[in-house]
């Protein structure tokens, strides 16, 4: 069986440290890929393609380049059936309803979260997708 | 944005007025009190649109409005004409039987109505003079409450970004009890995400008074 594959699609390098360091905490077995923006995070996700292993988006909204809703416009933009296994996440350090409201609008939006994660909801991510290995 | 006594100067107005009586008198009161005023008179509402459509147009600062016009009237020409005219005052010109949509109208946007049986050239001086500074009251606010939003996005987006890290870094130390050096490059995190929030903080303050300099000029 596949490693599960985390894409943390952030400008700060420190957060997508953070991240990382708090995720592998709780399952060793996790694969990270970091993207400093949502042009890089298309591009990386793109090589993911076809993989059968799920994958877990854990995406910024305020980037240079491309921000987290260019990332959605064009991720919502594909088939959604070339993303069954990805479930993907809004983290962002916005507490502004209208980002709330509008990230809404995006079907592939599983939850959205405000940085930085606790504990609490990294075990809900992971949980809810991850499956413990036996 | 200009000043009253310099749109006074310079006034532009456009009479929509389909009745010649009417239109008349209203410019006989317009000139009366500002002798150097430009009229442009629309008679229906198909002439308005053929006027604004004209992008060679002369500029207009007030709008007097009469609620029926031939081919469009009541709510609906008030709201069409309001939706168009943002930054231009508009005065309704009524009758009687119209009071009641006239009173209602300006929760719509209208500044002020008179009613035509009533209007006298100081009436109509007042009216225009409490419009404009009633609409330069307004766009003065809309400004202000543009700044404001723009404040509550910095405090969303960039004063939570180091706010956030620092809890994560702290979420992190929380969690493991690391090896001294581990924690000496969290704590130098922690200050730069501080500093970095502190230099924020700042100018989101200096941003605040601008706010109110720019209130004591005026």
Partial sequence: ?134 | MKKYQEIKRTLSVLVLEDNDGDFVLIEDYLIETFRTVQIKRCKTFSDYKEFTDNPTKDNINLILLDLHLPDLSGLELIQKIIAENVQVPVIILTGYTDLYLAKDSLKLGIDDFLVKDEVTPSILHKSIEFAFSRSQYVMHIEAQNEKLRKIAWTQSHVVRAPLARILGIINLIETEKEKLDDLMFWLKQLRISSNEMDAVVKKITEEAQEIQLNNNVE
């Avoid at chain 1, 995070?41 to 793109?46: A, Y």
């Avoid at chain 1, 991510?125 to 413990?132: C, E, G, W």
Wanted: proline letters at 4%; hydrophobic letters at 40%.
């Fill in chain 1, 1 to 134: 069986m596949l490693n599960k594959t985390i894409y943390i699609i952030d400008d700060d390098p420190i957060v997508r440290f953070i991240i990382e360091k708090m995720m592998s905490k709780m399952d060793s077995t996790l694969i990270f890929i970091h993207c400093e923006n949502g042009k890089v995070g298309l591009e990386k996700l793109n090589g993911h393609q076809g993989e059968f292993s799920k994958c877990i988006i854990l995406l910024d909204l305020n980037m240079p380049l491309l921000d987290g809703w260019g990332f959605l416009d064009e991720i919502q933009s594909r088939k959604l059936n070339d993303y069954k296994n990805v479930a993907l996440y809004i983290l962002s350090s916005s507490t502004d309803k209208p980002d709330i409201e509008r990230s809404k609008k995006y079907s592939i939006v599983k939850k959205f979260y405000h940085k930085p994660l606790s504990i609490a909801d990294i075990t809900e991510i992971l949980d809810m997708h991850i499956k413990p290995a036996v």
